[in-house]
């Protein structure tokens, strides 16, 4: 077992925190060890982790139909890898098949990039590894992992061959597991950096990514660690986040916040009140996914999520059992952070490095790119850079140390291949989850849509230029983080001009991260078709030009909005 000394579960005769849920929800601190449902249950029976072998071993020579159905669509998650929804099955079938009908014989496999880095020879890997064995697919996601389509399972291991080969690896990246760690995309270059988390981020994954004692949680574990004054990592909905913060006492650390999470209970994270040097940043994170592990509900998936736990404790007692019983000491208490101004925290554009080099930041529309594109950037890192590059957090992609001769003229390449450096606010701040295209829970296309919807904007309100985020999700689960968009889109079924259900969105408006971070206002039956979106996004924008203050976002304005103007 990894770092066998430090203390993964409570110690004898510590005293349990006095729970504001009634017992039998699973939580292993408690003695309620047998599995309450099927998914505890194939984690009981194996750990996740060993799926690998049976991958190398065996299902790479026989094939999709001989694996085992919990290795299927349950252990395989750990390594990455998810069954992609077969082709023509629409949205209103989602919650009736069986998995089984749902399931295409392909998968979709993410490959992390802890802190959103790469290198040009990663980069190269994954866009070979995608024009060979992907179909030419790959999408940037919201957490800074590539996102592969149409892999075959006789092909996984030759991939894992390929991206293991550079450092690269999809271990974990789904799973109840510890997913990719955030990272501020300009960490260690940006000019105002307070601090540099690479290292903590570093020591995270050297530590912990693969180590069997964390390979069965309760459910996902979403973390982050940044020391830019951007806050650029949406630690407001992670589970666990580290942000740059300057103690008067000590120094540059961090500050620490837990509980975060969207989907359909969203809460914001909350500040455990505790400053935390750049070198303790690993025990610190290693002693909340044990608290998450041995306290977390297991009875039900839809509570199973830390928010739940901090929510039913507080952040005190929180902050109490990673002290005493993990940790065995006591943290030091730390300022907040200063939330950042309005505007952009993306880093698209054009900035200065602390080196003199400048970083050049540029927009996927709503994250797609494939294998022929990520080989091409690959090649203009090398050319006008140094071959670095970062994925952020909100779909994008940057290209690190340009000199500033330089600038304009990869700015230009860039365009040429429709990645723009100057986007408008739509290219700049739509995202979208994967959709009806590859996804099995979800009920509308997202992808194709969020961009011509974006398309469609840069036709209809040039002279829009204030910062807007637009979400998109293709279900309630919020992978594109609706919740938390000035303009929020779920997908749903609507009744069409004919009657019959056609695709459509629940509208969500007002949601922000950052200032007056919230969940902004869901008009009760406010909902469009996908064939509507682009009328209603206009005419609510218009409405928002015409009665907006001088300087007043979106989402302030919609606080204090008539209903009849966001329908």
Known sequence: MKNADRTTTPTAGSRAP?????????????????????????????????????????????????????????????????????????????AVLDPNELDDKYFMMRIRSDGGQLSGEQLRAIAEVSTTYARDTADVTDRQNIQLHWVRIEDVPAIWE??????????EACGDSPRVVLGSPVAGIAADEIVDGTPAIREI??????DPEFANLPRKFKSAVSGSPA?????????????????????PGFDVWVGGGLSTNPMLAQRLGVWVPLEEVPDVWAAVISVFRDYGYRRLRNRARLKFLVADW???????????????????????????????RDHLGVHAQRDGNFYVGFAPLVGRLNGTLLSKIADLADEYGTGRVRLTA?????????????????????????????????RRQTMACTGIEYCKLAIVETKGRAGALV?????????????????????????????????????????????????????HLGGSLGIDAGFGRKLRGLKVSSAELDDYVERVLRRYLAQRTEGERFAAWVVRADEADLA
């Open 18 to 94: 006095k729970q504001g849920r009634a017992k039998g929800q699973g939580q292993w601190a408690l003695g309620h060890r047998e599995p309450l449902n099927a998914n505890e249950q194939f984690k009981k029976d194996d750990n996740p982790l060993n799926v690998r072998a049976r991958i190398l071993d065996r299902y790479q020579y026989t094939g999709f139909d001989s694996i085992d159905p919990n290795d299927l669509r349950g252990r395989f998650r750990w390594m990455g890898i998810y069954t992609q929804r077969k082709p023509g099955i629409s949205g209103g079938q989602t």
């Open 205 to 210: 994954v050297r530590r912990y990514i693969g």
């Open 314 to 344: 507080g952040v005190e007692r929180f902050r109490e059992v990673v002290e005493t019983e993990y940790l065995h000491r006591k943290l030091i208490d730390g300022p907040a952070p200063e939330t950042p101004g309005p505007g952009f």
């Open 162 to 171: 390929r991206i293991e080969a550079v450092g690269l690896s999809s271990l």
């Open 455 to 507: 398309r469609e904007l840069e036709r209809r309100i040039p002279e829009f230029t204030t910062p807007l985020t637009i979400n998109m999700n293709g279900c309630p689960n919020s992978c594109a983080r609706s919740q938390v968009a000035d303009i929020g889109l779920k997908g749903v079924l609507v009744p069409g001009p004919d009657g019959e259900m056609v695709e459509g969105f629940q509208i």
């Open 394 to 426: 909100e779909q994008k992609v940057l290209i690190l140390d340009v000199a500033e001769d330089k600038v304009e003229a990869l700015a230009g390449a860039l365009e040429a291949l429709d990645l723009q450096v100057r986007p408008s606010p739509f």
């Open 231 to 251: 806050m650029d990592v949406a630690h407001e909905v992670n589970d666990l986040s580290f942000l740059g913060v300057v103690h008067p006492e000590h120094g």
